[in-house]
């Protein structure tokens, strides 16, 4: 059997992570480098299988991918460096595409079928391309039903499509490429022979059992609709015979905690105010919200009241060991620490939103480009009208929202941060009420 040295230099890197993470504690990122390192070893895998050789160059590619993919999640780097998922993920997605553009015309090479060069390429691009978006959808699964945060906004979501199929575009050209300069004829019947294998299958699968297959697939389907609705189900109500809130102001700098209530996270004093900490140091892109109620005896919006909330907050750009998260907000309409609204302004990818989270899990209603930096004295202002909501930074008004549900509650100040937010100041406004 022929080893591969460059391939086996980068599964040595994943097992040094791996001895590494477990030298200093880190039991996950452990188990993520040591899961790179046996989904590494699928080649060999493939090797013995289809019996016959693969390809140095088709080995190393996919090995690199699997490395650069496992290394970073288990070393935090997609939390540490802000656009490191623009980096990875255009690779992972490029490197599939080089892939079956190889595949494709090493089975063409092997068999003698007439394939055209420029279709093998546009059938690799094409489905680097579909990989990238399917994996959004990953993303977005992810999220609505575990709040794992992995799209952070629009923004982000569509930047990565976009790096994706940039990807694949110039990936499928280099695939081509180095497909007629390096692989040798005997390297290229190699590929046709995996390529068949590969093939053979999943059409065997899908002949024998392909009624049961799309019936499963159609039931997933509609499972998962199902469940996406049912996930939001038995949302608190408010609790009946609270006193309406009235107007209250703060000044976080003379008296901290005075008529406030932690509902959640670590909410610690200092010469900048009422600051949300992580004390408990959690690893970077782990980073939980923290959520301060104000006058936690009455509630706001009641019987068609209008209240105004301002806060000035000053968000710590962190050391960069440490994380990026720079996000902070005003939550309204709270029933608990996992039901409630926020208006939420983020410093690492500059946009105001607002949002709605259901048992912990976040939902859009609005977002728009909005930026700010770290290290900065910002004043957010909401303003709650029935169900119409609007959102405002330095006084500069940045959207109004209509029909938003259940905006009556109480009110607090939200924050997840990688270093500290903290609050100077704050005040609610009772504007008017219903029927004044």
Known sequence: MRHHW???LLRLVLLSVATFQVATGNKDGAIVAGEGFVVSL???LMQRLAGTHVP???ELVFVFGMALQFISESTKLFELFTYWDKVVHPALVALTGMIAAWFLLGYRDAFGKRVPVHLAGVFGML???AVGAFWEFVEFASDWFGDANLQKSNADTMTDIISNDIGAFVATLLG????TRFFTKNQRRELGLIALWVAHGPAVLVRRYGRWLGTTASVGFAGILFLSQWVDRDTPALASGLPAGVSRAWDFVADPLSDT????????????GICRENLEHPKPGSE???LLELAPEGVYGVGGQTYRVEARYFEERPPLSQGSEMDVGIAFGIRDDKDFHLLEQSALHDILRLDRYVHGRRRDLREKLFRTHGNEWHVLRLDVSGSTVSG???GLNVFTVDGVPDTDGSVGLWARAAAATCFSAASISVVANGGS
């Open 6 to 8: 460059e391939s086996w």
């Open 42 to 44: 699928a080649p060999l």
């Open 56 to 58: 140095r160059l088709l």
């Open 127 to 129: 489905l680097a391309m």
């Open 176 to 179: 081509l490429w180095l497909y």
């Open 261 to 272: 209530q932690v509902l959640s996270g670590d909410w610690v004093p200092d010469e900048r």
């Open 288 to 290: 939980k919200m923290g």
């Open 392 to 394: 405002s930074v330095d």
